[in-house]
């Protein structure tokens, strides 16, 4: 009797737990805003105490920073590759900058994180710059977005550059080009416009919106609103009109009622670009910048937030890179991951500041075109003999100028970041098992990928 009474009750229970359960969570949206050039130091909640960022401060207070977040390569057109394919640059054979003359893009075997989210039914754009090709065939239109709009190279690759010879900038809606040289003090505005338009029409739907800002990219261009409004000349107005940007994206969010439902990344492509001085960025106490494999080069500010499920005010500083998100947002959204080699990995564990999580990485490597001059594994980074460029010993150039670089060579240099972040004291004489366990790692990443410093491949 009792065991027929508590069938029963279980069955009558039964449509009650049903209608209890949280209703099954929608495929979050996944907003990226790729900053450009800029620097480590750049932001109020990394360190700044001039540049006023009220809504990244804000962001990083509700979310999670990366104190140790690197890109691939310390340029545009490389770290932009490694971002939307998962891969180390060199895999994706995009190296450097593409410039106007270019006649080649990301190839089609290189699925984009557009693509693969678009397989899962994902309304896709991307607004701000391209930079992976400008040929109809490369441009995003044809690798994953429905939707775009923006300058498809640096927008220093113009008639007006004060050392090099460009033809005309075009501004591209889709695949038509709407203007030649558009007016740049227009474009954070514009670019921050069209993104609440696009999160407003997609709201009922998952999307991804990736938006890589032109801006603090040389020549500087602010808006009427931000000029002379920070304590750090044009390159502070530009931060702050960008800060303004993230703000008014995670306004709509909100007003939307889709906070929850939204993952949210603030990013850079690469450290500051110190040859132009007071018109580019600061990589804090980093060393050296855009460009090198130093510290001060390749690693960024990163900022993630999404309400609810990444825990806030929490600080991350286990290394990762950009290579990461792409297998990340795999497993958030249960897209299949591409295939293929991949280099990065899934860091859920560590974007959610899950206690005792670790990085799922041996070591990270770090390339500058086909050179390996670098691997960083726990706290220690160690340097390959190799040529790089720094201002040490001549001037940076101001307003919008270029100064000279001048070349030095590193040697064999191994570095504890833990305790010398600058990159100061060279402890590899000291630390001859530590070198060699790196070397061990560089050489299997050098039977795999290749590096011209030490062999052909
Ligand atoms: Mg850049």
Redesign the pocket.
């Known amino acids: 009797m009792l065991r027929l009474f508590m069938t029963l009750a279980c069955l009558i229970a039964l449509p009650t737990l049903a209608t209890s359960q949280e209703p099954a969570k929608r495929k979050p949206n996944i907003i990226v805003v790729y900053a450009?050039?800029l620097g480590y130091g750049d932001l109020g909640c990394f360190g700044n105490k001039k540049i006023k960022t009220p809504n990244l401060d804000k962001m990083a207070k509700q979310g999670i920073r990366f104190t140790s977040f690197y890109v691939a390569q310390a340029?545009?057109s490389a770290?932009r590759a490694a971002l939307m394919t998962g891969k180390y640059s060199n895999r994706t054979g995009i190296l450097g900058a593409l410039g106007p003359n270019a006649k080649h893009g990301l190839a089609r075997e290189h699925t984009t994180i557009a693509e693969m989210l678009k397989l899962l039914g994902y309304r896709t754009g991307i607004i701000g710059k391209w930079h992976l090709g400008h040929l109809a065939e490369y441009l995003p239109t044809r690798r994953g977005f429905d939707e775009y709009y923006g300058l498809p190279y640096s927008n220093d690759m113009w008639p007006k550059h004060p050392t090099a010879k460009f033809p005309d900038l075009p501004l591209i809606d889709g695949e038509k080009i709407i203007a030649k040289n558009p007016d740049q003090s227009k474009l954070t505005t514009e670019y921050t416009e069209r993104a609440v338009q696009f999160i407003k029409k997609n709201k009922d739907h998952p999307f991804f919106l990736y938006l890589p800002q032109t801006m603090p990219?040389v020549p500087l261009f602010v808006s009427e609103r931000f000029k002379g409004k920070s304590e750090a000349g044009l390159y502070g107005d530009v931060i702050m009109e960008i800060d303004w940007s993230v703000g008014e994206i995670l306004r709509t969010l909100k007003d939307l009622g889709i906070d929850d439902d939204t993952l949210v990344i603030f990013t850079s492509?690469?450290g500051p670009w110190l040859s132009y001085g007071n018109h580019g960025g600061s990589a804090w106490l980093l060393r050296e910048g855009?460009g090198t494999t130093w510290e001060g080069g390749v690693r960024v500010p990163f900022i993630a937030r999404w309400p609810g499920r990444i825990p806030a005010d929490r600080t991350q500083p286990i290394p990762a890179m950009t290579i990461d998100l792409l297998p990340t947002f795999s497993k958030l959204t249960g897209a299949k991951l591409p295939d293929g080699k991949l280099d990065g990995k899934d860091i859920t564990p560590l974007l959610m500041g899950e206690a005792g999580a670790k990085s799922p990485h041996e070591a990270y490597f770090f390339y500058w075109n086909n050179e390996l001059h670098g691997v960083r594994s726990g706290p220690w980074k160690l340097y390959f003999p190799h040529t790089y460029r720094t201002l040490e010993g001549s001037r940076p150039g101001a307003d919008g100028k270029p100064g000279l670089y001048k070349e030095l060579k590193c040697g064999l240099e191994l570095y504890n970041l833990d305790n010398d972040l600058s990159e100061r004291t060279d402890v590899a004489a000291r630390n001859p098992e530590v070198v060699r366990r790196l070397q061990v790692m560089a050489d299997r990443m050098r039977d795999d990928l290749g590096d011209t410093l030490t062999r052909k491949k």
Do not use: E, F, G, I
């Open positions: 450009d050039d340029v545009c770290s990219h492509d690469n855009k």
